[in-house]
């Protein structure tokens, strides 16, 4: 749902609140988490803003692409076996688009004779030195003229020579960039990336020369130099050219996807923070509701001890202790019938908090196998579906469960979800009501049913709905803090900040509250130091929340301060769950990087912009 806040740099620099934009309750690393935290795909709008704000950073020197602004060396040329002799030519004053409009005269007298390659020698003379400047422009541009001609006719060898010739005897951007464009037919990359660094060199903002440069550095496969030149593409044209766009998304995805890959081979996996953990187990009944049940069990093994003691822990929301004890149900003895679908349930939850879906899955195969009506188990395979993508499969997985068991309210709750995700508001609704109309005593779908009623725009009833939820859960302070998401969203900010406030005393431990009322502090006032203090004070009681890091970044590179956001980012990063997480976090990463490129070598283009958007 996009807010209505008006988009200014500093109100754009944060995305939507948490559960209005994803319609998420547990914010825990389900499927539904890839839709709602930081790590979703950078939204390059958002990203420029940051930058515009802190592109005061780079403003004391104009860095240009060439680096020291010297002459151009002299090119050598491909084809004809005549020598010219000359000096390099003074740098061109004109710009490329200047130049792209000049024609040559194609009437002019040129002698018959020609070069061993079938070249008008007339356009190779003995020494360029004795010829005047405009003699010199007007056998370049003839050079240029047939050049193109050749490169119409797809002979790219010729029209190098002739391109090679024009720069001999007048150096611009445009013949560079015409040569490069027959390098790139050609496959040559190298050569495009010269000839594309020269044209820069010339005109800094030649926009054929950026676009060339980054697909060659595409091709070879160095994407963080392509996408600095995209970026660059991309706020000269104000973020108006689609196809730049999709570019630059491939790019960065390659790019995230390369750096992912190398480092979930050495990462050491970790559980996500409490708040996280427990929101996730807070959403299956197994894990609330039936812990006491499970408990009153008689073990037979040794292994069936260590499953009492994880369910133990997990009641009391010890989760390493309950992780490290069902591990040890399998490495220190056997386990007996009634205990092995319960261990291997519990590793799987584990196993999936941890990012390893294939684990999980293979521990859920195990309990449908013991118990192929267990609906938990149904239900968590279902969102390792959906973690890979498999949106009909996991639809399918809840559907068979509602027909084994059309009591279970999580079944429901969690089709809910998937529902939101694809944009199904309505079957969200209807299951929503369906899981509370099941266990009324179950937070999570009443303050999704409230969120998705928002999102269809039925304010009235998104109001009502958290009216009620408020009064039967008083003490719950996920209600508070997404009714106050929905507060913020409409612009009620005195009352949002009053629920935020409600949310934080009632759930300390936990950092949405103090998330929300940074991206709060950042819209309605404009207060980016308040908001980074709020970001803070959420890593001080959870310093595992990655989407707090990844705001703080935000809210750094909107103050300038490049080096710190730069590793909040990577901290961000670190803390990804899996590797999908972990792609998409990198990406926001990179991006603003890249967009801090911009605003470091082309200062003037980004003050441009950034008088453009805030007009």
Same mark, same amino acid.
């Given at each position: 749902m996009a807010s209505s806040v008006p988009a200014t740099a500093a109100t754009a620099l944060m995305p939507e609140p948490a559960a209005v934009q994803s319609g998420s309750a547990v914010a825990a690393a389900t499927a539904?988490?890839?839709?709602?935290?930081?790590? /979703?795909?950078? &939204?390059?709008?958002?990203?420029?803003?940051?930058?515009?704000?802190?592109?005061?950073?780079?403003?004391?020197?104009?860095?240009?692409?060439?680096? +020291?602004?010297k002459k151009p060396s002299r090119p /050598?040329?491909?084809?004809?076996?005549?020598?010219?002799?000359?000096?390099?030519? /003074?740098?061109?004053?004109?710009?490329?688009?200047? #130049?792209?409009?000049?024609?040559s005269d194609t009437t002019s007298a040129v002698a018959a004779s020609t070069t061993a390659e079938g070249y008008p020698a007339a356009l190779f003379p003995e020494d360029i030195n004795v010829l005047s400047q405009a003699a010199r422009e007007d056998l370049a541009l003839q050079a240029k003229t047939l050049g &193109?001609?050749?490169?119409?006719?797809?002979?790219?060898?010729?029209?190098?020579? *002739?391109?090679?010739?024009?720069?001999?005897?007048?150096?611009? =951007?445009?013949?560079y960039a015409n040569r490069a464009a027959c390098f790139a037919s050609l496959d040559d990359h190298d050569k495009v990336i010269e000839d594309a660094t020269e044209a820069l060199k010339l005109d800094s903002q030649y926009v054929k020369a950026l676009n060339r440069r980054a697909q060659a550095y595409e091709r070879?496969?160095?994407? =963080? #130099?392509?996408? &600095?030149?995209?970026?660059?593409?991309?706020?000269?044209?104000?973020?108006? &050219?689609?196809?730049?766009?999709?570019?630059?998304?491939?790019?960065?995805?390659?790019?995230?996807?390369?750096?992912?890959?190398?480092l979930m081979e050495t990462r050491v996996a970790k559980l996500p923070s409490d708040t996280f953990t427990s929101a996730y187990m807070d959403s299956f009944h197994m894990t609330t509701k039936g812990v006491d049940a499970i408990l009153k069990f008689e073990p037979v093994e040794e292994g069936d001890k260590e499953v009492l003691k994880a369910y133990e822990a997990v009641g009391k929301r010890d989760w390493s202790t309950a992780h490290g004890a069902v591990l040890a149900a399998f490495s220190n003895g056997n386990l007996s019938t009634t205990f092995v679908p319960l261990a291997h349930n519990?590793?799987?939850?584990?196993?999936? *908090?941890?990012?390893?879906?294939?684990?999980?899955?293979?521990? $859920?195969?195990?309990? $449908? #196998?013991?118990?192929?009506? +267990?609906?938990?188990? %149904?239900?968590?395979?279902?969102?390792?579906? %959906?973690?890979?993508?498999? !949106? %009909?499969?996991?639809?399918? #997985?809840?559907?068979?469960?509602?027909?084994?068991?059309?009591?279970d309210p999580?079944?429901?709750?969690?089709?809910?979800?998937?529902?939101?995700?694809?944009? @199904?508001?309505?079957?969200?609704?209807?299951?929503?009501?369906?899981?509370?109309?099941?266990?009324?005593?179950?937070?999570?779908?009443?303050?999704? $049913?409230? !969120?998705?009623?928002?999102?269809?725009? @039925?304010?009235?009833a998104a109001n009502a709905t958290f009216e009620k939820a408020t009064r039967r859960f008083k003490e719950s302070g996920e209600v508070f803090n997404y009714q106050g998401e929905i507060l913020m969203d409409s612009q009620r900010f005195d009352e949002a900040l009053e629920l935020f406030n409600k949310a934080s005393a009632l759930m300390?431990?936990?950092?949405?509250?103090?998330?929300?009322?940074?991206? $709060?502090?950042?819209?309605?006032?404009?207060?980016?130091?308040?908001?980074?203090e709020q970001c803070r004070k959420a890593l001080e009681v959870d310093p595992l929340c990655d989407m707090a890091y990844a705001q703080l970044a935000q809210l750094l590179m909107h103050q300038g301060k490049v080096e710190e956001s730069i590793e909040a980012y990577d901290k961000a990063s670190e803390l990804a769950r899996t590797e999908p997480e972990l792609v998409n976090a990198i990406a926001l990463r990179e991006a603003a990087t890249a967009q801090l490129h911009v605003a470091q070598n082309y200062p003037a283009v980004m003050a441009r912009l950034r008088t453009a958007m805030q007009g």
């Open positions: 539904e988490k890839a839709a709602k935290k930081v790590t /979703s795909e950078p &939204n390059w709008k958002i990203i420029v803003a940051v930058v515009l704000a802190s592109a005061a950073v780079g403003a004391g020197a104009w860095y240009l692409l060439s680096g +020291n602004g /050598s040329t491909a084809g004809p076996r005549r020598k010219t002799k000359g000096s390099r030519a /003074s740098k061109s004053s004109s710009t490329a688009k200047a #130049e792209e409009a000049k024609t &193109n001609k050749f490169y119409g006719e797809k002979k790219f060898k010729e029209a190098i020579d *002739l391109y090679s010739q024009a720069i001999a005897l007048k150096p611009t =951007a445009v013949f070879l496969e160095k994407f =963080a #130099e392509s996408l &600095n030149d995209y970026t660059v593409v991309c706020v000269l044209g104000e973020f108006k &050219n689609d196809s730049v766009l999709a570019a630059t998304d491939r790019v960065l995805k390659s790019m995230a996807q390369q750096k992912a890959k190398v519990l590793r799987a939850t584990f196993h999936f *908090l941890l990012g390893d879906v294939d684990s999980a899955f293979t521990d $859920l195969e195990k309990v $449908l #196998e013991v118990e192929p009506h +267990n609906i938990d188990a %149904m239900i968590k395979r279902a969102s390792i579906f %959906m973690e890979r993508g498999d !949106v %009909m499969q996991a639809m399918n #997985e809840y559907n068979r469960a509602i027909e084994l068991d059309p009591s999580d079944v429901y709750y969690h089709r809910g979800q998937i529902r939101v995700l694809t944009q @199904d508001m309505q079957g969200a609704i209807d299951d929503y009501k369906k899981s509370i109309s099941l266990d009324e005593d179950f937070v999570y779908p009443r303050i999704q $049913l409230g !969120v998705a009623q928002y999102k269809m725009g @039925d304010v009235g300390p431990q936990s950092p949405l509250p103090y998330i929300n009322k940074a991206i $709060l502090y950042l819209q309605w006032k404009q207060d980016a130091v308040a908001a980074e």
